[in-house]
């Protein structure tokens, strides 16, 4: 997965009071999952570097949705991945049946749209994952500028972590979370 799309919500969602677990099929609490850090460096996509290994807080077998509040799908690679995964699968869809907030970055609509959950959604992801959103049956919303984010009913979609301001003000405002200074 994405370093900044795992670790930025996580520690938001931390500092924000949110009890936040993280997980990963096949994968027990304590376990870690290494991380790749893309970036924009001029090139006509992300460079991938080396991350730092992300431990995970939970157990991924016996999960049930109906515990969370909200879902938050990093982007990275690995979701090409989790999206041939039938629990993977089947808890998204769990999640967004309960209409619980799902909030996704970059290459994690990967996911989504294996699911089968975009359908009349109108979402954006990382721009080569367009032809996914697409084919899933929601509507393309260009991420112009790179940062854009936008939720539609109970979902935050972003295309890269440039957004992560934005993604993570959409999802406190589907949890209800309001901070005063």
Not at 62 to 81: F, M, T
Not at 122 to 149: F, N
Not at 154 to 181: D, Y
């Amino acid at each position: 997965m994405e370093d900044y799309e795992v670790y930025v919500p996580f520690q938001s969602l931390h500092a924000l009071g949110c009890h936040v677990d993280a997980v990963c099929p096949k994968k027990k609490s304590g376990d870690t999952c290494p991380t790749a850090i893309h970036d924009f460096e001029g090139d006509q996509t992300y460079s991938e570097k080396p991350g730092h290994d992300f431990t995970l807080t939970a157990d991924f077998e016996g999960l049930d949705a109906s515990s969370y509040d909200a879902l938050v799908i990093p982007g990275g690679r690995a979701p090409e991945y989790l999206a041939l995964d039938g629990k993977v699968i089947a808890l998204v869809k769990d999640f967004m049946e309960a209409k619980k907030p799902v909030a996704s970055i970059c290459h994690g609509q990967q996911i989504l749209a294996a699911a089968g959950v975009l359908k009349g959604k109108k979402c954006t992801a990382y721009p080569a994952v367009k032809l996914d959103v697409v084919l899933a049956g929601a509507t393309w919303l260009e991420p112009d500028p790179i940062d854009r984010c936008f939720t539609d009913g109970n979902l935050v979609t972003g295309a890269a972590w440039p957004g992560h301001p934005e993604f993570i003000f959409q999802l406190m405002a589907l949890l209800g979370i309001k901070v005063t200074f």
